[in-house]
């Protein structure tokens, strides 16, 4: 007999599955824990970038390449504003060979949603001379077309055409794209994966397969270590065995490494942080692909890497993907890195997020109000509904022009050509007038909601709403059992005669041995008033027998029986358990496509969800109150745009965390206290002020004019920065974030403070 089929097995679950309360908690701490410390079960990564290459460091280039890069360098550092920078680029590899095709495109979009950006790309292919392969691997050197200073990514691309342009033994062509850092959203980039991956014109080189990608920019003019950038939109990631490769060459040839954390790039995922990075389009066609980024904190000649080495480790790393024969797995490779050395698994932190969800399942299944169909349906009534008033209107109004066509309004879109400090101002108005949508949606949801609730309770008063009952026969049986032993214990029956057959009874019958003389009893003794109390409960005993015994005959037969009342259970109710339900969905819907986005926000709704059914009027639940309290509070301070005291109060307040976190951070490193083995990283994510970083980058262009710089400009509307910043991604680049957060953050955040104040 399975435990399945084990009455015991099943009696057993039963009375765990009464402290469900107790379990579910348990549960979600138990998974917030684990998704705190998830990336101490890493592993080590060094052997999975040896499918590519086992012996790393295998570079064929000589002091020739060192002089030509070292040429190539000078000439471009003291390159004048003669003529477009695409055109001397062309130029200098057509005096290299003349036989690599070299394609100048034109890049204009002039104005409109997604323009403002006007200049040339330059497309370079080298070809592999003796193969027939239909693949290629494509390096993008992004630079900035009007910063004379830090050209090394020129110098590393040219150095590498004039090192492959000559090589024997390539099967890939590989195809360099020159293309301009400043542009908006990696402009060069997008344009280049349109034209080259979906154009018909034959000129421009398509082949059938690209199968990697690698994008080399430089942010400092004396950088000291490579960053590796490779979270793209939308949780998609590439297969992480091509980091592993470039690492091991970047290693072996002394260039310092850094990647993001676990947490931080789940962080940044979860948000879609990279959006700006070129990498993120080839991802969407399925092409492995990620950043590699010449950076430094302090820009020192002293602390800079060796250029060439660097370009070593490039040229190793292209030739080992193009000699790699395809028949290793390309999607099964997905993890984060912990460090260059280890690497998490992404299924690993899953199971934090499911044991975070762990409360809201056990509350939907033995919650009994969503069984009865009549509240099934006024739950989903009213939360479709409320999604709908709350989070369409702003949705539409900020990403679809159709709207304002329809209505005859002047449009207040989002702008993809422009990003500067200068013009604050307009986004913020522009966010503003999504926002005063966003209210005026609360009102109309605000009142719906209650003309249902009054709705609800005025049907309550007819039908007198009774719980859901659920009748099982083994539940029954047991009940039954322990009821005749306790009436058969009070009668006087010992255990062992009720526990005997009718033929040991029958055979013991003739037995006087066991007979005992009746006694006498007075009515005023103790004994007579005790089995008069004792009659009194066997008769209540039977009763309850009795009824038990009426609910098994309901059965008829059968194991399990709902009864259903046609009453509509409090509307408050409903709702509660309907936020637990959609709490579970947006779980497991966003983790269809970015795990990221589940954790982050288990993370920030699992509590109050968790507790919000607990509040009653009792004494003992004014703890729990406080603190559904105090997350409303928080989150309409964190969320409230208006300048007045709320506003310096969250500022003050975000000042004094932010300064916090910074000393302990401080600590953190002067003692190394986080670099001990069990040391929670998630602790040191939150002392890196990450989680209070604006979600827009500091990074200003405008127009491709001849302005770069990096500031911080003091907004005093930053959500409605942030909202636009938001909104502005999904229109222009495609962005999941701003959708997910209209249509869970804010019905989620209404019903929560709807069922607690009415």
């Given at each position: 007999?399975?435990?399945?089929?084990?009455?015991?097995?099943?009696?057993?679950?039963?009375?765990?599955?009464?402290?469900?309360?107790?379990?579910?908690i348990?549960?979600?701490v138990?998974?917030?824990?684990?998704?705190?410390?998830?990336?101490?079960?890493?592993?080590?990564?060094?052997?999975?970038?040896?499918?590519?290459?086992?012996?790393?460091?295998?570079?064929?280039?000589?002091?020739?390449?060192?002089?030509?890069?070292n040429?190539?360098?000078?000439?471009?550092?003291?390159?004048?504003?003669?003529?477009?920078?695409?055109?001397?680029?062309?130029?200098?590899?057509?005096?290299i060979?003349?036989?690599?095709?070299?394609?100048?495109?034109?890049?204009?979009?002039?104005?409109?949603?997604?323009?403002?950006?006007?200049?040339?790309?330059?497309?370079?292919?080298?070809?592999?001379?003796?193969?027939?392969?239909m693949?290629?691997?494509?390096?993008?050197?992004?630079?900035d077309?009007?910063?004379?200073?830090?050209?090394?990514?020129?110098?590393?691309?040219?150095?590498?055409?004039?090192?492959?342009?000559?090589?024997?033994?390539?099967?890939?062509?590989?195809?360099?794209?020159?293309?301009?850092?400043?542009?908006?959203?990696?402009?060069?980039?997008?344009?280049?994966?349109?034209?080259?991956?979906y154009?018909?014109?034959?000129?421009?080189?398509?082949?059938?397969?690209?199968?990697?990608?690698?994008?080399?920019?430089?942010?400092?003019v004396?950088?000291?270590h490579?960053?590796?950038?490779?979270?793209?939109?939308?949780?998609?990631?590439?297969?992480?065995?091509?980091?592993?490769?470039?690492?091991?060459?970047?290693?072996?040839?002394?260039?310092?490494?850094?990647?993001?954390?676990?947490h931080?790039?789940?962080?940044?995922?979860?948000?879609?942080?990279?959006?700006?990075?070129?990498?993120?389009?080839?991802?969407?066609e399925?092409?492995?692909?990620?950043?590699?980024?010449?950076?430094?904190?302090?820009?020192?000649?002293?602390?800079?890497?060796?250029?060439?080495?660097?370009?070593?480790?490039?040229?190793?790393?292209i030739?080992?993907?193009?000699?790699?024969?395809?028949?290793?797995?390309?999607?099964?490779n997905?993890?984060?890195?912990d460090?260059?050395?280890r690497?998490?698994?992404?299924?690993?932190?899953?199971?934090?997020?499911?044991?975070?969800?762990?409360?809201?399942?056990?509350?939907?299944?033995?919650?009994?109000?969503?069984?009865?169909?009549?509240?099934?349906?006024?739950?989903?009534?009213?939360?479709?509904?409320?999604?709908?008033?709350?989070?369409?209107?702003?949705?539409?109004?900020s990403?679809?022009?159709?709207?304002?066509?329809?209505?005859?309004?002047?449009?207040?879109l989002?702008?993809?050509?422009?990003?500067?400090?200068?013009?604050?101002?307009?986004?913020?108005?522009?966010?503003?007038?999504?926002?005063e949508?966003?209210?005026?949606?609360?009102?109309?949801?605000?009142?719906f909601?209650?003309?249902?609730?009054?709705?609800?309770?005025?049907?309550?008063?007819?039908?007198?709403?009774?719980?859901?009952?659920?009748?099982?026969?083994?539940?029954?049986?047991?009940?039954?059992?322990?009821?005749?032993?306790?009436?058969?214990?009070?009668?006087?029956?010992?255990?062992?005669?009720?526990?005997?057959?009718?033929?040991?009874?029958?055979?013991?019958?003739?037995?006087?041995?066991?007979?005992?003389?009746?006694?006498?009893?007075?009515?005023?003794?103790?004994?007579?008033?005790?089995?008069?109390?004792?009659?009194?409960?066997v008769?209540?005993?039977?009763?309850?027998?009795?009824?038990?015994e009426g609910?098994?005959?309901?059965?008829?037969?059968?194991?399990?029986?709902?009864?259903?009342?046609g009453?509509?259970?409090?509307?408050?109710?409903?709702?509660?358990?309907m936020?637990?339900?959609?709490?579970?969905?947006?779980?497991?819907?966003?983790?269809?496509?970015?795990?990221?986005?589940?954790?982050?926000?288990?993370?920030?709704?699992?509590?109050?969800?968790?507790?919000?059914h607990?509040?009653?009027?009792?004494?003992?639940?004014v703890?729990?109150?406080?603190?559904?309290l105090a997350?409303?509070?928080?989150?309409?301070?964190?969320?409230?745009?208006?300048?007045?005291?709320?506003?310096?109060?969250?500022?003050?307040?975000?000042?004094?965390?932010?300064?916090?976190?910074?000393?302990?951070?401080?600590?953190?490193?002067?003692?190394?206290?986080?670099?001990?083995?069990?040391?929670?990283?998630?602790?040191?994510?939150?002392?890196?002020?990450?989680?209070?970083?604006?979600?827009?980058?500091?990074?200003?262009?405008?127009?491709?004019?001849?302005?770069?710089?990096?500031?911080?400009?003091?907004?005093?509307?930053?959500?409605?920065?942030?909202?636009?910043?938001?909104?502005?991604?999904?229109?222009?680049?495609?962005?999941?974030?701003?959708?997910?957060?209209?249509?869970t953050?804010?019905?989620?955040?209404?019903?929560?403070?709807?069922?607690?104040?009415?």
């Amino acid at each position: 007999m399975g435990f399945s089929e084990n009455p015991k097995f099943f009696l057993l679950v039963k009375r765990v599955l009464k402290k469900w309360k107790l379990i579910g908690i348990t549960l979600s701490v138990v998974g917030f824990a684990h998704l705190c410390v998830f990336n101490k079960f890493s592993k080590k990564a060094e052997l999975d970038s040896l499918i590519f290459s086992q012996f790393p460091g295998n570079s064929n280039l000589d002091k020739t390449d060192e002089d030509f890069l070292n040429h190539t360098s000078s000439y471009f550092s003291n390159y004048g504003f003669r003529e477009d920078i695409i055109d001397g680029i062309g130029e200098y590899i057509r005096r290299i060979s003349p036989f690599v095709h070299t394609v100048k495109r034109r890049v204009s979009v002039n104005g409109g949603v997604k323009g403002g950006a006007k200049g040339n790309i330059l497309i370079t292919t080298v070809p592999c001379k003796f193969c027939n392969n239909m693949e290629n691997i494509i390096v993008v050197i992004n630079f900035d077309y009007k910063e004379r200073k830090n050209f090394h990514a020129i110098s590393v691309g040219l150095t590498l055409i004039n090192y492959f342009k000559n090589c024997n033994y390539m099967s890939k062509d590989i195809i360099f794209l020159f293309t301009n850092k400043e542009w908006l959203y990696s402009l060069g980039v997008q344009k280049f994966v349109e034209d080259f991956l979906y154009s018909n014109d034959v000129r421009n080189g398509r082949k059938a397969l690209s199968r990697s990608a690698i994008i080399i920019e430089f942010d400092s003019v004396y950088p000291s270590h490579i960053h590796i950038n490779y979270e793209g939109l939308n949780g998609l990631l590439p297969n992480l065995d091509f980091i592993l490769l470039l690492t091991n060459e970047l290693n072996y040839y002394n260039i310092p490494v850094k990647v993001e954390s676990p947490h931080h790039a789940i962080f940044d995922m979860a948000l879609e942080r990279g959006y700006e990075k070129g990498h993120v389009y080839f991802l969407r066609e399925n092409i492995a692909a990620f950043t590699a980024t010449g950076v430094s904190k302090i820009p020192l000649k002293n602390k800079m890497l060796n250029l060439f080495n660097f370009t070593k480790a490039m040229e190793s790393f292209i030739r080992s993907q193009s000699n790699t024969p395809e028949g290793f797995c390309h999607s099964s490779n997905f993890y984060f890195f912990d460090t260059i050395r280890r690497r998490v698994p992404i299924s690993v932190y899953c199971y934090g997020v499911y044991l975070i969800c762990a409360y809201a399942i056990l509350k939907l299944l033995k919650g009994s109000i969503l069984r009865s169909y009549t509240n099934l349906v006024v739950g989903l009534y009213g939360y479709i509904k409320t999604i709908f008033i709350i989070s369409l209107p702003i949705y539409l109004f900020s990403t679809n022009d159709k709207v304002y066509e329809l209505l005859n309004l002047e449009k207040k879109l989002p702008l993809c050509s422009e990003w500067h400090p200068d013009r604050y101002e307009d986004y913020v108005q522009i966010a503003h007038y999504w926002w005063e949508i966003l209210i005026l949606s609360v009102i109309v949801a605000l009142i719906f909601n209650y003309v249902i609730s009054c709705m609800v309770k005025k049907i309550s008063k007819v039908l007198k709403y009774e719980k859901v009952q659920k009748i099982e026969k083994i539940v029954l049986l047991d009940r039954i059992k322990k009821l005749n032993n306790k009436i058969n214990s009070i009668i006087g029956i010992p255990c062992f005669y009720a526990n005997l057959s009718n033929e040991e009874v029958l055979a013991s019958w003739g037995d006087f041995s066991k007979l005992t003389k009746p006694k006498i009893v007075h009515s005023d003794d103790e004994e007579f008033l005790r089995e008069k109390k004792n009659r009194a409960l066997v008769k209540r005993l039977q009763d309850e027998l009795d009824e038990v015994e009426g609910k098994l005959q309901l059965l008829d037969g059968g194991n399990v029986l709902y009864i259903f009342n046609g009453s509509v259970a409090p509307y408050s109710s409903i709702m509660n358990s309907m936020n637990c339900f959609y709490f579970v969905f947006v779980v497991l819907l966003s983790s269809l496509y970015n795990w990221s986005y589940a954790a982050l926000f288990s993370v920030l709704f699992v509590m109050p969800v968790s507790t919000l059914h607990n509040r009653k009027t009792k004494r003992k639940k004014v703890i729990q109150k406080a603190i559904i309290l105090a997350f409303i509070l928080l989150g309409l301070a964190l969320v409230y745009p208006y300048e007045g005291f709320i506003l310096s109060a969250r500022h003050k307040l975000i000042r004094h965390l932010t300064n916090g976190f910074a000393k302990c951070q401080k600590y953190l490193a002067k003692s190394k206290l986080a670099d001990t083995k069990y040391f929670p990283d998630f602790l040191e994510f939150l002392c890196s002020n990450k989680i209070f970083e604006p979600l827009h980058v500091n990074k200003y262009y405008l127009n491709n004019q001849d302005i770069k710089f990096n500031y911080s400009n003091g907004v005093k509307n930053e959500v409605l920065l942030n909202l636009y910043s938001m909104a502005r991604n999904h229109y222009c680049v495609g962005s999941q974030v701003y959708p997910l957060i209209c249509f869970t953050f804010f019905p989620v955040f209404f019903f929560i403070m709807y069922v607690f104040f009415c």
